[in-house]
């Protein structure tokens, strides 16, 4: 399947009132949803859709409690944009894979300690 750079591309335009901008979130947060079983397959991402879904649910909680009409669109602009560069492929894996701390290679335990602890676990 070919794909062409706008395909996913939106508009950038300012909510009029909070109910145009809980409209667009609400759209935004489905879009995501359902791209992630594309995500999985396109990244080749080692966790269950569930798990994918899960995250993009955090990110969106994170942002819950924005009382500023500006900010909102602000953060809706960054969600299209995101939304574009991983559905066109423009991100590698690394890239995606850094959303998910905890199951990134062992989190923050990627490295060892100190010298002996990764001598006696035979890393390099």
């Known amino acids: 399947m070919a ?3 706008t ?7 300012q909510s009029a ?3 145009d901008a809980k409209r667009r979130v609400i759209s935004s ?4 949803m359902r791209a992630a079983p594309e995500m999985q397959t396109m990244y080749n991402l080692p ?7 899960t995250r993009i649910r955090q990110e969106f909680e994170r942002h819950r409690y924005v009382n500023k009409l500006p900010v909102a669109d602000v953060l809706l602009f960054k969600s299209h944009a995101e ?3 991983m559905m066109n492929f423009w991100k590698q894996t690394t890239h995606v894979m850094s959303y998910f701390k905890e199951e990134n290679f062992r989190g923050d335990k990627r490295l060892p300690s100190d010298f002996m602890s990764g001598f006696l676990e035979g890393r390099n």
Do not use: H, V
Not at 29 to 32: D, H, I, K, N, S
């Open 7 to 13: 395909q996913f591309a939106k508009k950038t335009t």
């Open 3 to 5: 794909i062409t750079p």
């Open 83 to 85: 939304y574009q560069e």
């Open 29 to 32: 947060y489905r879009e995501w």
């Open 17 to 19: 009132n909070w109910g």
């Open 47 to 53: 966790m269950p859709i569930s798990t994918i879904r």
